[in-house]
């Protein structure tokens, strides 16, 4: 839904199509109409005369209560144009300022304002002193200003013309994906290869990047070999067993033998709770005992017993 500030645009901008103003164009830049851009050219037989200024105008939704906001984009040296903003000082956009000044009058004043300077509470105090103090100092430099804006006339127009007359041109997919690929590359070329990129390339990790994956036999295959086992280790290889002797593998068989426990008769039959309050089943509960821990002594002796006839030649030699 269209605001009341957009209609009294819209109706601004049909007149400034048919006043037909001579050096004062503007046009909205926006969709909302709240944007506009401007040109304002120097009057004849001034000293402002073959200037092209642009100027950008912000207008907001209480237009028309309020006046727009307006700025230079290439800031003139001028007493009554603020050097930082770039925003004339003309009173129908502050003090005088009423809703019934349009678009086309604003830049008629602002043309008007070049050529005719006001010093009193200029906004620019060195264009001011320059004036009063050194007139002819001031006209060189509004002359520069002047051919400066001609030359930026002259490249916006050029930006405008190759814009305008490129020639678009649409591509499969396929060919822009096939040029892109050899221009867009992340493998070194031969004009890249400096000292500091070879050290790079030294390393394991970026060299099958650069120059793919090396042969296992050159020596840079096998320094890959051996990071590969430092960081993910050697499960993927097979395990190199050995032939056991007839002797080891009976010395083998003998401390199965021996480590293997014995079960017990408490293991061989079920749990069953016996309240042992009597004499003559705390003696029983000592005996088992005792018998249990004379096997496990005796166990131990053989083990111990093994051990020492063991001959540490042999086993050094296995």
């Known amino acids: 839904m269209h605001t009341h500030a957009h209609f009294l645009l819209r109706n601004q901008y049909l007149k400034l199509q048919t006043a037909n103003l001579k050096g004062v164009e503007a046009k909205p830049v926006s969709h909302s109409l709240l944007e506009w851009e401007a040109k304002v050219e120097g009057l004849k037989d001034t000293l402002w005369e073959g200037a092209v200024l642009l100027l950008t105008l912000h207008f907001t939704e209480s237009y028309n209560s309020v006046p727009p906001t307006v700025e230079f984009n ?47 509470g200029a906004v620019n105090p060195e264009a001011a002193d320059m004036l009063w103090s050194s007139p002819s100092t001031y006209h060189r430099v509004v002359l520069e200003c002047v051919r400066a804006s001609q030359e930026l006339e002259r490249n916006r127009k050029a930006v405008q013309l190759n814009s305008q007359n490129r020639l678009v041109r649409r591509i499969p997919f396929e060919d822009y994906l096939k040029t892109w690929t050899k221009i867009a590359t992340t493998k070194a070329g031969s004009w890249m290869r400096k000292e500091s990129l070879e050290d790079l390339i030294k390393r394991v990790e970026t060299f099958a990047m650069y120059y793919g994956t090396p042969d296992k036999d050159s020596p840079m295959g096998t320094q890959c070999e051996t990071f590969r086992a430092l960081m993910y280790g050697t499960v993927h290889q097979p395990k190199k067993t050995k032939p056991v002797s007839e002797g080891r593998q009976a010395r083998m068989d003998q401390m199965r033998k021996i480590y293997l426990l014995y079960k017990t008769p408490d293991m061989l039959t079920p749990q069953v709770n016996v309240q042992r309050d009597s ?40």
Do not use: Y
């Open 279 to 318: 004499m003559a089943t705390r003696g029983l509960c000592r005996a088992q005992d005792r018998q249990q821990q004379d096997l496990w002594e005796n166990e131990v002796d053989k083990l111990v017993a093994w051990t020492h006839s063991l001959s540490f030649e042999e086993l050094e030699e296995e």
């Open 74 to 120: 290439a800031i003139p040296f001028h007493p009554n144009v603020d050097k930082d903003t770039g925003s004339p000082c003309i009173p129908c956009l502050d003090s005088e300022w009423n809703p019934s000044i349009s678009i086309s009058s604003i830049l008629l004043s602002i043309q008007t304002m070049l050529s005719n300077p006001v010093l009193e």
